[in-house]
């Protein structure tokens, strides 16, 4: 089955910018989707289609998708923005549903 | 508004059959392009996708637990009932039910979340 590889952590300073990288073959070919999941809080969807936002997510989150490497990047990060986010992907013709093994953000 | 809310068991007995139900609203279960599945997260671990089920009655189980697993639907209930039998240690969990969002070739993503329900396996 396909394999999504998140670096473990990732860490930034607040106010500056943080990218989360999730690896796959070929990723760019199909739509990755992010989810914000909080200590002890159910994920929440944050991005997708690779570059949507939900309504209520701030602009700060953006998203892009090419070739081998999707990246979620958090601009002017905030210490609210602290949490565990994990990529997803569904190429439901062929194979369950995805998920990367999740990436922990730290805000210094 | 969409939520969804999981309940069952806290603690199970090794051997035991888990069940566990998902009750939804703000959406009907024969929503066309629509369907709810259960994800499980171990303490400190990833997001694994367990099994799902669709408006039309279609269901699909992860390869690994497959012989364990049996979903099914109450559409007049609004709700979604996961089994899993011979229950071991190894699965102890926050066990998520979630509401599937459809894209242009079927399946795509999970728009909304339930709180989770944390199982304990033990004797």
């Known amino acids: 089955s396909y394999v999504l590889t998140q670096p473990p952590s990732v860490s930034v300073a607040p106010g500056k910018t943080a990218r989360i990288t999730c690896g796959g073959n070929?990723?760019?070919?199909?739509?990755v989707h992010w989810y914000q999941q909080k200590p002890g809080q159910a994920p929440l969807l944050v991005i997708y289609y690779d570059d949507d936002r939900p309504s209520g997510i701030p602009e700060r989150f953006s998203g892009s998708n090419s070739g081998n490497t999707a990246t979620l990047t958090i601009s002017g990060v905030e210490a609210g923005d602290e949490a565990d986010y994990y990529c997803?992907?569904?190429?439901?013709?062929?194979?369950?549903?995805?998920f990367g093994g999740g990436t922990k953000l730290t805000v210094l | 508004q969409v939520t969804l809310k999981e309940s069952g068991p806290v603690l199970v007995k090794p051997t035991e059959t888990l069940t566990l139900t998902c009750t939804v609203s703000g959406f009907s279960l024969s929503d066309a392009r629509m369907g709810v599945s259960w994800i499980r997260q171990p303490p400190g671990k990833a997001l694994e996708w367990l099994a799902h089920i669709l408006s039309n009655d279609e269901k699909s189980y992860t390869t690994s637990l497959k012989t364990r697993l049996t979903i099914s639907k109450d559409t007049s209930k609004s709700q979604v009932v996961l089994t899993m039998t011979n229950m071991d240690p190894v699965d102890t969990a926050t066990y998520y039910c979630?509401?599937?969002?459809?894209?242009?070739?079927?399946?795509?993503?999970?728009?909304?979340w339930g709180q989770g329900t944390l199982v304990t396996v033990s004797s």
């Open positions: 979630a509401r599937i969002d459809y894209g242009d070739f079927g399946p795509e993503l999970f728009d909304f």
């Open positions: 070929n990723i760019g070919s199909i739509s």
């Open positions: 997803q992907v569904w190429d439901s013709s062929s194979d369950p549903p995805v």
